[in-house]
């Protein structure tokens, strides 16, 4: 079992790292305030609660994958072969189902929209 301190420990962690990858991209890639507004409108809102479920396990591999396809960085077996959950129990790795490839194109569907919706406001 884990302390109440030790969350804590884990959540400062998370927002320094947080704040450190905000301040490396300012300006290059993407927005600080639009990735800000974003994450605080994923955080906050009941309507994204299958990318909060699962993205510290396997979206952000499944994000990466689909970024790193697209520009053309890995090719469609490379491609293929990512979309695998990950066992936390044993580590191994299993194909998606149907449902849960669909599931996660769904989700990342809306979640880049949401993103687009902040880029045009501002």
Same mark, same amino acid.
């Given at each position: 079992?884990? +302390?109440? *301190?030790?969350?804590?420990?884990e %959540?400062? &962690?998370?927002? #320094?790292?947080?704040?450190?990858? =905000?301040?490396?991209? &300012?300006?290059?890639?993407?927005?600080?305030?639009?990735?800000?507004?974003?994450?605080?409108?994923?955080?906050? *809102?009941?309507? $994204?609660? +299958?990318?909060?479920?699962? @993205?510290?396990?396997?979206?952000?591999?499944? *994000?990466? +994958?689909?970024? =790193?396809?697209?520009?053309g960085?890995?090719?469609?077996? &490379?491609?293929?072969?990512?979309?695998?959950?990950? %066992?936390?129990?044993?580590? /191994?790795?299993?194909? =998606?189902? @149907? *449902?849960?490839? #669909? =599931? $996660?194109?769904?989700?990342?569907? /809306?979640?880049?929209?949401?993103? /687009?919706?902040?880029?045009?406001? #501002?």
């Amino acid at each position: 079992m884990r +302390t109440s *301190a030790e969350y804590v420990d884990e %959540s400062i &962690d998370a927002y #320094k790292e947080y704040e450190l990858y =905000l301040n490396i991209f &300012d300006g290059r890639f993407f927005c600080p305030t639009v990735a800000q507004r974003f994450c605080e409108m994923v955080y906050e *809102a009941d309507d $994204y609660y +299958t990318f909060k479920a699962f @993205s510290n396990l396997n979206y952000s591999v499944f *994000a990466e +994958t689909l970024l =790193l396809y697209q520009i053309g960085s890995i090719d469609y077996h &490379d491609f293929v072969n990512q979309f695998q959950e990950i %066992s936390l129990m044993t580590g /191994k790795r299993s194909p =998606l189902t @149907s *449902a849960e490839l #669909k =599931l $996660y194109i769904r989700t990342m569907r /809306k979640i880049v929209d949401l993103y /687009k919706s902040l880029l045009a406001e #501002k």
